[in-house]
């Protein structure tokens, strides 16, 4: 829902919500979920346990129609590939080989020039709307056939952690689900056709956190999924007054936002079953997928990724890197080679997994660059949930940095954070930032959510050459 649509379903009062979402879950679920769908998922359940050969044999032939269709339909890239003085022949024979020769697309060229990088031959299905951090949207046009793929993918992710389709499930995502300045439930609406209940994630304050739990215990979902920073302060909730859960979820699955060490433990303790990590993005970006051994998989079936290091080198193993996407997620808006302002730590050398899949594996999702703080004295600094380590007290905590010099911490505390905690936090802090930069916290009642609801952990302000 976008625009105008989103607009009129805020302002009307709440049975009508209740018809509009499942009219709208209606029509996604006749255009998600049909013949070619079903022929996709059980593709990709296959590959999941096919050998490597087999899943690149499949990439490659998935790159060869994503490029020619790029070659012949899109008045971006068609010129680039001209240029470079390749052939519809090349790509037939060397898709691999002639996506390496292909320059980045940056972020600002997608955003700018979508007009000219969509694939005119596809028919548009749906046009998605992205709003960025930076306030104006990007659009994403796609079509039908890659709305199923991509469905196949994630529900395939669904069946390896084993979700079954007709699972009864809880969201919460960015969507504004109900009206922002309810003060009473219901903070959600149920969604008939996909068996789904959409949670507000704008809701989650402490008076309306029991109307919550109340509401989970009685609808007993097999799969809680969205975003990490929602689900971890239900859970923060249920394990802080000991409360009964009565039901036994499957699996919970995270995705959109990082999700910390601190946000896994205690989401599992309050639902006593594994969180599954997820990446994935509206843009229509390849999947990278845990699985039942609790590591990270490149879905090479959904797509392509490169790793760049800091120094702009392809990556080795076990370093910081950022990732290159060419997506098989949507033909409609081709993404080749597209630098997207995601980073991820790569695996130690020779780690494999032993679960079944062949897919490689990566060590960790950072998330987005600008969770990357830098100082002068070390550097790069990917994960920021250690410095909560052995603190108590601590009910949210965001950590910004303006400047290199500066690093400000809005904390949200209960009465366990006194002035030992307090010098404990600032020791981890100098830890992991080093000891010449000036540190401001703050003790504040509340922070705010960030574009789409997504709650900025940690945020820089100012550019790097990453
Ligand atoms: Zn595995």
Not at 59 to 78: M, N, P, V
Not at 132 to 158: C, L, Q
Not at 214 to 243: H, Q, V, W
Not at 270 to 278: K, S, T
């Amino acid at each position: 829902m976008g625009g105008i649509k989103e607009k009129i379903y805020n302002s009307i009062p709440y049975p009508f919500k209740f018809i509009l979402l499942n009219i709208k879950g209606y029509l996604n679920t006749k255009q998600r979920y049909n013949k070619e769908f079903e022929s996709f998922l059980s593709e990709h359940i296959a590959l999941w346990n096919a050998d490597l050969e087999t899943v690149t044999n499949f990439q490659k032939r998935k790159l060869a129609i994503l490029l020619s269709e790029a070659f012949e339909y899109s008045d971006w890239y068609a010129p680039i590939m001209k240029e470079l003085d390749i052939t519809l022949n090349d790509i037939q024979e060397n898709p691999i080989g002639v996506l390496k020769k292909m320059p980045d697309l940056k972020k600002t060229e997608r955003k700018n020039k979508v007009d000219l990088i969509v694939n005119k031959k596809r028919k548009t299905a749906m046009i998605g709307h992205t709003s960025g951090t930076s306030g104006s949207p990007t659009i994403d046009y796609i079509d039908v056939e890659s709305i199923n793929a991509s469905f196949a993918v994630w529900k395939r992710f669904h069946h390896v952690i084993g979700i079954s389709p007709k699972s009864r499930q809880v969201r919460f995502s960015g969507r504004l689900i109900v009206d922002t300045k309810t003060k009473k439930p219901p903070f959600w609406v149920y969604n008939y056709f996909e068996n789904q209940m959409l949670m507000s994630a704008y809701h989650l304050t402490d008076v309306n956190l029991k109307h919550y739990v109340r509401k989970l215990n009685k609808f007993k979902p097999e799969l809680i999924d969205g975003y990490p920073s929602a689900i971890y302060i239900i859970s923060k909730y249920i394990n802080k007054n000991n409360i009964a859960i009565s039901f036994a979820p499957k699996a919970i699955a995270v995705t959109a936002e990082t999700l910390y060490d601190y946000q896994r433990l205690e989401i599992e303790k309050a639902f006593g079953c594994h969180v599954y990590n997820q990446y994935a993005s509206s843009e229509g970006s390849p999947f990278i997928t845990e699985c039942i051994n609790g590591n990270l998989h490149l879905n090479l079936d959904s797509g392509v990724f490169e790793f760049i290091n800091t120094e702009g080198k392809p990556a080795q193993s076990g370093e910081i890197a950022k990732l290159v996407v060419t997506s098989f997620i949507n033909y409609k808006t081709p993404l080749i080679r597209y630098n997207i302002e995601d980073t991820v730590e790569l695996s130690e050398e020779g780690k494999k997994c032993d679960c079944g899949c062949a897919m490689p594996i990566i060590e960790k999702l950072i998330g987005r660059e600008d969770d990357i703080l830098w100082t002068e004295e070390k550097g790069y600094v990917g994960r920021m949930d250690t410095a909560y380590k052995g603190i108590e007290g601590i009910v949210k905590g965001q950590i910004i940095q303006d400047s290199p010099q500066v690093i400000i911490v809005n904390l949200i505390i209960d009465n366990k954070f006194d002035k030992k905690m307090k010098d404990n936090f600032l020791n981890n802090l100098k830890a992991r930032l080093g000891e010449n930069v000036e540190y401001q916290i703050n003790i504040v009642d509340d922070i705010l959510l960030g574009a789409n609801g997504k709650f900025d952990a940690v945020k820089r302000n100012f550019k790097l050459d990453f």
